[in-house]
Protein backbone atom coordinates (compact mmCIF):
# COMPACT_ATOMS: atom_id res chain seq x y z
CA UNK A 1 0.00 0.00 0.00
CA UNK A 2 2.85 2.16 -0.50
CA UNK A 3 2.99 5.07 -2.41
CA UNK A 4 -1.38 4.77 -2.96
CA UNK A 5 -2.36 8.78 -1.45
CA UNK A 6 -3.92 7.14 1.57
CA UNK A 7 -4.72 9.40 3.94
CA UNK A 8 -6.23 9.70 7.06
CA UNK A 9 -5.39 7.93 10.23
CA UNK A 10 -4.79 4.41 10.88
CA UNK A 11 -7.82 2.26 11.85
CA UNK A 12 -6.86 0.57 15.22
CA UNK A 13 -8.29 -2.44 14.27
CA UNK A 14 -5.37 -2.63 11.98
CA UNK A 15 -3.04 -3.46 14.77
CA UNK A 16 -5.45 -6.87 15.68
CA UNK A 17 -4.66 -8.39 12.76
CA UNK A 18 -2.62 -11.32 14.06
CA UNK A 19 -1.46 -12.72 10.74
CA UNK A 20 0.09 -9.63 9.62
CA UNK A 21 3.22 -9.46 9.19
CA UNK A 22 4.33 -6.49 6.82
CA UNK A 23 3.13 -3.33 6.56
CA UNK A 24 3.95 -1.09 4.21
CA UNK A 25 1.89 2.33 4.35
CA UNK A 26 5.36 4.13 3.48
CA UNK A 27 5.08 7.53 0.94
CA UNK A 28 1.20 8.65 1.92
CA UNK A 29 -0.55 11.03 3.73
CA UNK A 30 -1.42 9.56 6.96
CA UNK A 31 -1.58 11.37 10.17
CA UNK A 32 -1.72 11.46 13.55
CA UNK A 33 -0.39 9.11 16.19
CA UNK A 34 1.11 6.17 16.31
CA UNK A 35 -1.15 4.10 18.54
CA UNK A 36 -0.15 2.80 21.96
CA UNK A 37 -2.43 -0.42 21.10
CA UNK A 38 0.28 -1.46 18.41
CA UNK A 39 0.81 -5.24 19.75
CA UNK A 40 0.74 -7.76 16.69
CA UNK A 41 3.61 -9.65 17.77
CA UNK A 42 3.99 -11.33 14.08
CA UNK A 43 5.00 -8.01 12.39
CA UNK A 44 8.19 -8.40 11.04
CA UNK A 45 8.36 -5.35 8.99
CA UNK A 46 6.68 -2.19 9.87
CA UNK A 47 7.18 0.45 7.23
CA UNK A 48 5.96 3.86 7.79
CA UNK A 49 7.91 6.61 6.61
CA UNK A 50 7.12 9.39 4.51
CA UNK A 51 3.93 10.65 5.80
CA UNK A 52 2.51 13.35 8.59
CA UNK A 53 2.80 11.15 11.42
CA UNK A 54 3.28 12.97 14.67
CA UNK A 55 3.34 12.64 18.55
CA UNK A 56 5.84 10.48 20.58
CA UNK A 57 7.13 7.30 19.57
CA UNK A 58 5.22 4.00 22.03
CA UNK A 59 6.95 1.89 24.09
CA UNK A 60 4.78 -1.23 23.00
CA UNK A 61 6.62 -0.87 19.73
CA UNK A 62 9.09 -2.93 21.78
CA UNK A 63 6.88 -5.70 22.29
CA UNK A 64 7.14 -6.32 18.45
CA UNK A 65 9.76 -8.98 19.04
CA UNK A 66 9.78 -10.26 15.57
CA UNK A 67 10.28 -6.85 14.00
CA UNK A 68 13.18 -7.17 11.57
CA UNK A 69 12.87 -3.44 9.89
CA UNK A 70 11.08 -0.66 11.66
CA UNK A 71 10.78 2.75 8.83
CA UNK A 72 9.11 6.10 10.58
CA UNK A 73 11.66 8.31 9.26
CA UNK A 74 10.22 11.63 7.41
CA UNK A 75 7.59 12.03 10.09
CA UNK A 76 7.02 14.50 12.47
CA UNK A 77 7.96 12.50 15.71
CA UNK A 78 9.25 14.14 18.80
CA UNK A 79 10.05 13.60 22.27
CA UNK A 80 12.67 10.73 23.57
CA UNK A 81 13.25 7.43 21.70
CA UNK A 82 11.85 4.45 24.13
CA UNK A 83 14.39 2.24 26.07
CA UNK A 84 11.86 -0.66 25.15
CA UNK A 85 13.16 -0.64 21.66
CA UNK A 86 15.87 -2.44 23.15
CA UNK A 87 14.00 -5.68 23.13
CA UNK A 88 14.19 -5.68 19.47
CA UNK A 89 16.62 -8.42 19.02
CA UNK A 90 15.39 -9.55 16.06
CA UNK A 91 16.03 -6.03 14.51
CA UNK A 92 18.07 -5.35 11.30
CA UNK A 93 17.20 -1.95 9.64
CA UNK A 94 16.11 0.99 11.69
CA UNK A 95 15.15 4.50 10.40
CA UNK A 96 14.44 7.04 12.18
CA UNK A 97 16.15 10.21 10.15
CA UNK A 98 14.72 13.64 9.52
CA UNK A 99 11.29 13.77 12.18
CA UNK A 100 10.57 16.71 13.74
CA UNK A 101 12.54 16.40 17.61
CA UNK A 102 13.76 12.61 18.44
CA UNK A 103 16.13 12.66 21.45
CA UNK A 104 17.89 10.00 23.18
CA UNK A 105 20.55 7.06 22.82
CA UNK A 106 19.97 3.79 20.69
CA UNK A 107 23.15 2.23 22.02
CA UNK A 108 20.40 -0.47 24.09
CA UNK A 109 20.11 -2.22 20.54
CA UNK A 110 23.84 -2.67 20.07
CA UNK A 111 23.14 -6.65 20.77
CA UNK A 112 21.88 -6.64 17.09
CA UNK A 113 23.37 -5.73 14.05
CA UNK A 114 22.21 -2.28 13.60
CA UNK A 115 21.66 -0.84 10.08
CA UNK A 116 20.96 3.22 9.99
CA UNK A 117 21.45 5.67 7.63
CA UNK A 118 23.74 8.26 8.27
CA UNK A 119 25.56 10.99 6.99
CA UNK A 120 28.01 11.22 10.10
CA UNK A 121 31.52 10.53 11.64
CA UNK A 122 32.85 7.11 11.35
CA UNK A 123 32.72 6.69 15.45
CA UNK A 124 29.01 7.83 16.22
CA UNK A 125 25.94 8.11 13.75
CA UNK A 126 23.45 10.66 14.14
CA UNK A 127 20.26 10.27 13.11
CA UNK A 128 19.34 13.98 11.19
CA UNK A 129 16.04 15.96 12.44
CA UNK A 130 14.43 18.70 11.39
CA UNK A 131 14.53 20.38 14.30
CA UNK A 132 16.24 18.62 16.84
CA UNK A 133 17.61 19.72 20.02
CA UNK A 134 19.76 16.69 20.62
CA UNK A 135 19.99 14.21 17.82
CA UNK A 136 19.81 10.16 17.95
CA UNK A 137 23.25 8.75 19.11
CA UNK A 138 24.45 5.29 18.34
CA UNK A 139 28.18 4.59 18.76
CA UNK A 140 27.44 0.92 17.95
CA UNK A 141 25.80 0.70 14.82
CA UNK A 142 26.71 0.35 10.86
CA UNK A 143 26.73 3.13 8.41
CA UNK A 144 25.13 2.37 5.43
Do not use: R
Request: net charge negative; proline share 4%; with cysteine.
Amino acid sequence: MKSNKIYGTIPSQLWDLSTLQVLNLGYNDIEGEISSSISNTNLTHLLLGTNILEGTLPSQIGELTNLVQLDLSSNYLSGAVPNELASLSNLVALDLSFNFDLSGSLDGLCNSTMILPQNDTDTTIETPSFFASEPLVCSCCTKI
